[in-house]
């Protein structure tokens, strides 16, 4: 069996001192990211144009739920997303995206509709909206974002790392509930299959190309909501084309913070994300961590 | 707020549009207000601290409103979509904000043993704290109050304005009004001081504390029973059946006058010996006289796969009911058929004529069949 590439990428000074992400060092880690996964000699930018064809529009999902406490915050994803544009011959390209205006705008997000430069709204811009049909696969039910559905042809899942007391763990994969209306109707059973089978549905599944993790700051307990005494200032993104081992790994590092803080696993706590190995039953990708090859750096 | 509508407009519109309100139909006829499914930016929300929850430490809050009992962090909404932790405190954000108006016979509800033939104010907002695979309102219950158009209607004008278009019943419906909790119970306190009838059609998914309180402001409740079964409300409704059942006795017990439906799914819910079963239970828990209503199914929203329901299905599942000796039971949805009609338990002769929601003839003078003098069970005046 072919083992799924994660790359992990630390640097001390991701965070300055105000805890913020440097811009500079964000864009260092995620070619150094795309280009451990390329293997060498391969540049960054060779492996972002051999997972998308030219001429398509790349969607930047991020998370802007805590807003600038613990969101996907615009240091990161405005560097991420011109340097996508870039690479792919026009900033306007890449629409860096969330599930309201609102939100985006109180992480610190500057909006933005032109095609000439880096787009950044929300579903409920005016004229974007959601779907009229919901689409039906499997046990979701749901209104797609005219994002995700009609706007662009390829999607990165630019997410933040939590603890969340549902689902155990939010990630790459749990950043997708931000692309329905419904979320809400999914956080049952510690959202499995939910989480599963919303990839599984063609609208992302067939778009999704790379997982970027922001593991800058982890909210390692008590999560998906911002308490700073369980937050920790960890400095890594982690990245893979495999959606399920990134979160695996993203899972992982979870676990470890909790066991330095002496806290119990999620699996003591009876919320270990479950949803990773339906996931992985449904063929989304691996979540046994001997079938997972970790490429570790730091810059 | 380019999509919303304020309340100004709203009252020109219902009174410009009063002609087309007494029909059953939409409001305004050009005015979508059964929202399509696009967002409206920065949309209003209500921020009105809910009654029913409980704090926890770190900002985190539970909900008691009903079985769910979500428990909830900062900025997190419960399942219902319509209730937001706020730093601490929880809130309803649907207070007030209308997704859905309409005035509809009551009929419609249905109620076929409460004040036949009045005209009902009816409304709603976004939200639902179930997920039923085949609701036939999911472009509002399904939503949040985000994602639908909303026009400002506190109590008060919901009041006013039901009395100036002479409906003496307000009906809290097509969504589910338990999420909407605060609102109806507020705007119920005024209608009941103006001398209207409050009445709530509901899938009964709430806690017995609200609902006692309720209780206490309402008149009439009609309960959607979706199955008699806990595996099909797991699998196509993602609730628990036992609340429900616990409901249905909760309001029995009560002087508030109940209705049930029961929708008819093809395959999914209409085993005759379920059937059986179910009419054994609410004989023997919640007595015979409340009305059940065997509505026909169409397909809808995430069941589209199924037919409706034959009628001769519904026949048959009435005809078990009236075995097991219950008074009422009724064909919904199937305009013109003898089974939307009244039959005095005891003389068996014709006492309400029906023809899909209107009422042709009533036999029926105080609260008794003209024929022989029985007793039938209702709110007739």
Redesign the interface.
Same mark, same amino acid.
């Given at each position: 069996m072919i083992k799924s590439k994660v790359a992990i990428v630390y640097a001390k000074n991701a965070l300055n001192a105000e805890n913020l992400p440097d811009p500079r060092v964000v864009l260092r880690m995620i070619r150094k990211g795309l280009e451990l996964l390329a293997g060498s000699p391969a540049t960054a930018e060779d492996y972002i144009l051999s997972l998308l064809a030219p001429g398509s529009n790349l969607g930047l999902k991020i998370n802007t739920?805590?807003?600038r406490a613990l969101s996907t915050l615009p240091e990161t994803a405005v560097a991420i997303g011109l340097w996508l544009g870039k690479t792919l011959g026009q900033e306007g390209r890449v629409i860096i995206w969330d599930r309201?205006?609102?939100e985006l705008k109180e992480t610190g997000y500057k909006l933005s509709t032109s095609p000439d430069s880096l787009r950044i709204f929300g579903?409920?811009?005016?004229g974007?909206?959601?779907?009229?049909e $919901?689409v039906?696969h499997r046990n979701i039910?749901s209104?797609f974002s005219r994002i995700q559905a009609e706007l662009v042809n390829y999607s990165i899942s630019l997410a933040i790392l939590k603890d969340h007391?549902l689902a155990g763990v939010t990630a790459g994969l749990k950043n997708y509930f931000g692309a329905i209306?419904?979320p809400?109707?999914y956080?049952?059973s510690h959202c499995d299959p939910f989480v599963a089978e919303l990839f599984d549905c063609p609208l992302i599944k067939e778009k999704h190309r790379l997982t970027i993790i922001d593991a800058l700051k982890v909210q390692y307990h008590?999560? $998906?909501?911002?308490?700073p005494q369980w937050a920790e200032k960890a400095q890594k993104f982690i990245l893979s084309q495999d959606p399920v081992a990134a979160d695996v790994i993203g899972w992982k590092l979870i676990e470890e913070l909790r066991t330095r803080k002496g806290l119990p696993s999620l699996k003591e706590e009876g919320r270990e994300p479950s949803y990773l190995f339906t996931a992985e039953k449904l063929g989304l990708g691996q979540a046994k961590l001997e079938n997972i090859e970790v490429l570790e750096e730091e810059v | 707020m &380019?999509s919303e509508i304020n309340r100004r407009d709203f009252l020109k519109c219902s009174l410009l549009g009063s002609s087309l309100l007494l029909t059953g139909k939409t409001l305004v006829s050009n005015w979508p207000l059964t929202s @399509?499914? @696009? /967002? @409206?930016? &920065?949309?209003d929300l209500s921020w009105v601290e809910a009654r029913y929850y409980e704090k926890l430490p770190?900002?985190?809050i539970k909900c008691l409103l009903c079985p769910r009992f979500c428990?909830l962090?900062?900025?997190?909404? &419960?399942?219902? &979509?319509v209730r937001e932790n706020k730093g601490g405190r929880y809130y309803t954000l649907v207070y007030g904000k209308v997704a859905s108006l309409n005035v509809d016979p009551i009929e419609k509800k249905p109620f076929f043993h409460f004040l036949p033939g009045s005209p009902a104010f009816s409304l709603a907002t976004a939200g639902c704290n179930l @997920?039923c *695979?085949f609701c036939q309102n999911?472009e509002i219950s399904?939503?949040?109050p985000?994602?639908v158009r909303n026009i400002n209607l506190p109590p008060e004008a919901v009041v006013t304005t039901a009395e100036n278009q002479g409906c003496p019943v307000i009906a809290y419906t097509y969504s589910e009004p338990v999420i909407f909790y605060e609102y109806m119970y507020d705007t119920s306190l005024i209608a009941r001081r103006k001398g209207l009838k409050n009445v709530v059609v509901s899938a009964g998914y709430i806690n017995p504390q609200p609902l006692a309180d309720l209780l206490k402001v309402v008149e009439a409740v009609k309960i959607d029973l979706k199955a008699f079964n806990q595996d099909f409300y797991h699998q196509y409704v *993602?609730g628990e059946l036992q609340p429900v059942l616990e409901t249905l006795k909760q309001i029995a017990r009560s002087p508030v006058w109940l209705e049930i439906v029961y929708l008819v799914i093809p395959t999914l819910n209409d085993h005759p010996e379920e059937i059986r079963k179910m009419c054994r239970w609410l004989k023997t828990e919640i007595g015979p006289d409340y009305p059940l209503h065997f509505s026909r199914f169409h397909p809808m929203? /995430?069941i589209k796969n199924l037919p409706p329901t034959p009628v001769s299905t519904l026949e048959k599942l009435r005809q078990i009911a009236l075995e097991e000796g219950l008074h009422y039971v009724y064909v919904g949805n199937v305009p013109g058929h003898p089974g939307e009609n009244t039959y005095c338990p005891n003389c068996g002769k014709l006492i309400i004529e029906r023809y899909g929601y209107a009422i042709n003839k009533i036999e029926i003078s105080k609260g008794k069949c003209r024929y022989c003098g029985q007793k039938i069970a209702g709110v007739w005046s």
């Open positions: 739920i805590a807003r309201t205006n609102e579903t409920d811009n005016r974007v909206g959601y779907q009229r $919901p039906i039910g209104l007391g209306h419904n809400n109707k956080h049952d008590r999560g $998906p909501s911002y308490h | &380019g @399509s499914p @696009s /967002l @409206s930016e &920065g949309a770190d900002r985190e428990q962090g900062d900025k997190e909404r &419960g399942y219902c &979509g @997920s *695979r999911w399904q939503m949040r985000e994602q *993602r929203y /995430l």
